[in-house]
């Protein structure tokens, strides 16, 4: 504003009575004063009240910056007016002399103090590239009021000349640091605002799996309480009943005629059917029992709810219980073909990790594959030269990590969006079909853990 006001005076704008000799040299020192005085108080004001919470005094502060700046364009305006109406002015140009413009050292001396001391505090309290540029646009400052208080002598000279430029570029350089910070600014709150979202998306995703794990407890619990009984009591059921199936055939063995109305009994009721039948029944049951025992063992070892965060653990263990879980859908059914699960596991060393996470991204990516193996299903243009197909290979590579590969057969991903494959809630799945977490989460376990 202060040059703005200089040039006006100096092109006749604002109505002066002296000669331009004088008013443009003492003007331009002027406006550096000014100029200089500006980055310092401004800057000086930032160090003293420290401004950490602006965006809760907003308001306040932009009416504070407001009236400062103001202040100083009248401030600017009454004495560049005062300088051009006045009828004389110091003398500002020494011809022949070691300072030539005695004026031009004021700020000079301003601009040096600026960039060797308040500046470098500013950019220590504040490393951003806006207080960055503030230091580097020192150089040229003080280049061009060398130029100005020890080589011009006489208007529009070459040092003159080379000052302007310089000065041009001083005033470029805050300019560029100020955009490049805002730009800088905004991708870092870019980046933070997706990265809280994840994080969000990540708390809410572990909430809901703490709530899903206190639920599979109590389920396992209250599952196992009564299997326990039933298998418990199945063996000397199996044995009882035995026993009686046994007494039975002797009493038939010692006694063949019976009554015409237990025969007809018999012979209704198919006791013969029902002897024969009985222990498999029983049998049945047991395996039924063992079943469900396997299914909470499987849960409980899945989520690891009854052991360490992190624990030494089989990985072959934690893979096939989340097939197990995963059975009813690698099944056929009026909707597809079976899914067949092909398993060439190498002989690994077990592994210390957090394993129900580890266990959260198997279950994602196994059932990604059945989804993509179920949609390809669908497909009439597509040829199943054999049947759909899993594939999980374990293996450990040259630097001893252990290296999990789980392929299938589907239509595979297009590589157009396989650079969008981690990002929070994209997927390729229909509406409602899928929510475009699974694999971000799983990234997420992966890279964290």
Not at 99 to 114: K, M, N, Q, S
Not at 320 to 343: Q, V
Request: glycine share 4%.
């Amino acid at each position: 504003m202060p040059f703005i006001l200089y040039t006006l005076a100096a092109d006749r704008l604002i109505s002066s009575t002296v000669d331009s000799q004088n008013l443009i040299p003492f003007t331009w020192a002027i406006c550096r004063v000014f100029n200089a005085l500006i980055l310092i108080v401004g800057v000086s004001i930032v160090l003293i009240l420290k401004p950490n919470n602006y965006d809760k005094n907003r308001e306040k502060n932009s009416l504070y910056i407001l009236l400062l700046s103001i202040f100083f364009c009248l401030l600017a305006y009454g004495i560049i007016y005062l300088c051009a109406t006045s009828d004389r002015l110091p003398k500002t140009m020494f011809h022949h002399s070691i300072i030539t413009r005695p004026w031009d050292v004021i700020p000079l001396f301003l601009y040096a103090i600026a960039g060797l001391w308040i500046f470098p505090r500013f950019y220590r309290q504040y490393p951003t590239l806006f207080s960055y540029a503030l230091i580097v646009s020192s150089l040229p400052n003080i280049a061009t009021q060398l130029h100005m208080a020890f080589g011009s002598d006489t208007l529009f000279d070459n040092h003159f000349n080379i000052a302007h430029f310089l000065k041009i570029n001083a005033y470029a350089l805050p300019l560029f640091g100020l955009i490049l910070d805002y730009i800088y600014t905004h991708l870092q709150v870019r980046l933070a605002m997706e990265e809280l979202k994840q994080t969000q998306v990540q708390l809410i995703h572990a909430e809901k799996m703490s709530s899903l794990g206190q639920m599979v407890a109590g389920i396992a619990h209250e599952i196992n309480n009564p299997i326990g009984f039933i298998d418990g009591n199945i063996t000397p059921a199996r044995e009882y009943i035995s026993k009686l199936l046994e007494h039975l055939e002797l009493y038939h063995k010692y006694y063949p005629d019976l009554e015409e109305e237990i025969q007809n009994s018999a012979e209704e009721k198919d006791l013969d059917f029902l002897i024969e039948d009985l222990p498999k029944i029983l049998a049945s049951m047991k395996l039924g029992t063992e079943r469900i025992k396997e299914i909470v063992l499987g849960l409980r070892r899945f989520s690891r709810l009854d052991e360490a965060e992190i624990k030494t653990v089989n990985l072959h263990e934690g893979l096939d219980n989340t097939l197990m879980l995963l059975e009813h859908r690698l099944k056929a059914n009026t909707g597809h073909r079976e899914i067949m699960i092909f398993k060439e596991y190498s002989n690994l060393p077990e592994v210390e990790c957090y394993s129900g996470e580890l266990n959260q991204v198997f279950m994602n990516i196994l059932a990604n594959a059945i989804d993509a193996l179920e949609e390809a299903l669908t497909l009439p243009d597509k040829k199943w030269d054999t049947a759909p197909t899993i594939w999980i290979r374990t293996r450990t590579n040259r630097n001893n990590f252990v290296v999990i590969e789980i392929e299938d057969n589907g239509m595979g991903i297009s590589p157009k969006v396989r650079h969008k494959l981690f990002d929070p809630f994209f997927t390729t799945k229909p509406v409602g079909k899928g929510t475009g977490l699974g694999l971000s989460i799983s990234y997420k376990i992966i890279v964290e853990r």
